[in-house]
């Protein structure tokens, strides 16, 4: 059955549910804008400098189904309040520690955190707000305050990294993160009893969670050791056997973590490709623009960030629009349509970068791929929670948010990988044109995968087998 509002939710609880993905938006691009900073007072290699991102890929991709089905099982509320108690301990010690280890770790547990918020946060959505226009609305205000962070953190990474030094963009986050975790006990609803005779799959949360965590480990590291080295051929192949033991528990499982039953369900798995893709194309251009910026252009680290502050703007143009068109043309040609706006305006970009002719020859492709952004973050979105029972919405979030995380992973390594191996010889500037032109090729991918016809979906309910 799909899901039904629980109890009327107010304004208060839609303001929380959206702080929460504006601090996690914001907390990405301040970190994008200060990574420059942080590899240079902390020694990062070109490299290793990846894993202030990865760090927190690699907790966030291993932990988001254990997550989400925590949130189902254990409370959504609950779990909103630990993530956001995570995501500000774990700021608190990354502008606090004054090591790259320590940073490295405190991202991981931001990670968790942001792994237990997440699918809880999406799970409220899609469990109080009827499907339909009520929902999408929702989603429209949850993924403006997401454009709202990346704007905030755009800016605000440049001025206080300038004024105050990269610690500050961590300790940001501790006020906004520790309100919401106080606040949630009073706007958002109690959870529910919770239902009986259900267990907890500790089998299948240990062996997915050790799995999903050394393949994100192992795709990150990849480029560093070699794709073929033994280190790295051993945590893909350890991987893959947790993960084949998961599936091979869930399967018997009378109460799975993740009931195998979701992966025929056509919207979420569809809403999986696409997350992966998203943050391997749209994901990846705040990584190699701030580079380009700063290490092209020679742009101050608060330039780039009033650089990136048109981008974030336009993109809540493009979840108004995409909230107007679900309602008026469906969720297949917003969603294919935001793809191609996003691949139109990366390969804008990408022709723009190498002619010397500054920001100003950068804006149109910028605009069109902020518009798609907008209207793609949104779609896919409610594609992953369409149709889904309201006690499994936490854990489809989790499958999607899952695949996103791994997406971000793998797209971000290789497109690192290959802007410094084609850099050695073509220079900086020519590696990331490079990357920013295939990122281009994999949006496009999407809009093909999403035009594709799909067979009929199998009917999914939470009284079926698995």
């Avoid at 988001?64 to 301990?89: C, E, H, P, T, V």
């Avoid at 300038?162 to 501790?174: C, I, K, S, T």
């Avoid at 969720?331 to 500054?358: C, D, E, K, N, Q």
């Avoid at 979105?381 to 948010?401: L, T």
């Amino acid at each position: 059955m799909p899901a039904s509002p629980a109890a009327k939710p107010s304004g208060w609880m839609l303001l929380l549910l959206a702080t929460a993905q504006l601090i996690i938006a914001l907390d990405a691009t301040i970190v994008f804008i200060a990574l420059p900073e942080i590899g240079q007072e902390l020694g990062f290699s070109a490299q290793q400098l990846q894993w202030v991102v990865s760090a927190y890929s690699v907790a966030f991709g291993g932990f988001l189904l254990l997550g989400g089905r925590a949130s189902d099982l254990l409370g959504k509320r609950r779990f909103y309040i630990i993530g956001q108690a995570l995501y500000a301990l774990a700021s608190l010690a990354g502008g606090l520690g004054g090591s790259a280890l320590l940073l490295v770790l405190a991202r991981a547990v931001q990670g968790v955190g942001g792994a237990m918020l997440f699918p809880a946060t999406l799970a409220l959505i899609n469990s109080h707000y009827a499907e339909g226009p009520a929902r999408n609305r929702a989603f429209a205000v949850w993924s403006a305050a997401s454009a709202a962070g990346l704007a905030l953190g755009a800016l605000l990474g440049g001025v206080l990294t300038q004024w105050w030094g990269w610690e500050a963009v961590f300790l940001v986050n501790v006020p906004l993160a520790g309100a919401c975790a106080l606040l949630a006990r009073r706007w958002i609803p109690a959870d529910g009893r919770r239902a009986r005779g259900r267990q907890f799959d500790l089998p299948g949360a240990l062996s997915v969670t050790l799995g999903g965590t050394l393949l994100v480990f192992a795709i990150v590291q990849g480029p560093e050791w070699g794709w073929t080295a033994p280190a790295t051929l051993g945590c893909l192949g350890l991987a893959l056997a947790l993960l084949g033991l998961f599936a091979w528990i869930e399967h018997r499982g009378r109460d799975p973590l993740m009931p195998l039953r979701l992966l025929r369900h056509r919207s979420l798995c569809m809403a999986m490709v696409q997350t992966a893709l998203f943050m391997s194309s749209f994901g990846v251009q705040y990584y190699f623009l701030t580079l380009y910026f700063q290490q092209v252009y020679g742009y101050s680290v608060l330039n780039s960030g009033l650089a990136f502050l048109p981008s974030t703007l336009v993109c809540t143009f493009g979840i108004w629009l995409a909230e107007r068109s679900l309602l008026r043309f469906g969720l297949r040609s917003t969603l294919v349509s935001g793809l191609l706006a996003g691949a139109l305006g990366i390969g804008l970009v990408y022709l723009a970068l190498p002619t010397g002719a500054g920001y100003w020859s950068l804006l149109p492709g910028v605009i069109v791929l902020s518009i798609g952004q907008g209207m793609t973050w949104t779609a896919m979105w409610v594609s992953a929670g369409q149709g889904i029972a309201a006690g499994e919405q936490g854990v489809a979030a989790g499958m999607a948010s899952t695949s996103q995380q791994i997406g971000g992973a793998l797209g971000l390594a290789l497109l690192v990988s290959l802007a410094n191996t084609v850099s050695v010889d073509g220079g900086l500037a020519y590696g990331l044109q490079l990357a920013v032109g295939v990122s281009a090729l994999l949006a496009l991918l999407g809009a093909l995968l999403a035009l594709s016809p799909q067979p009929a979906p199998a009917p999914v309910g939470a009284a079926q087998g698995n």
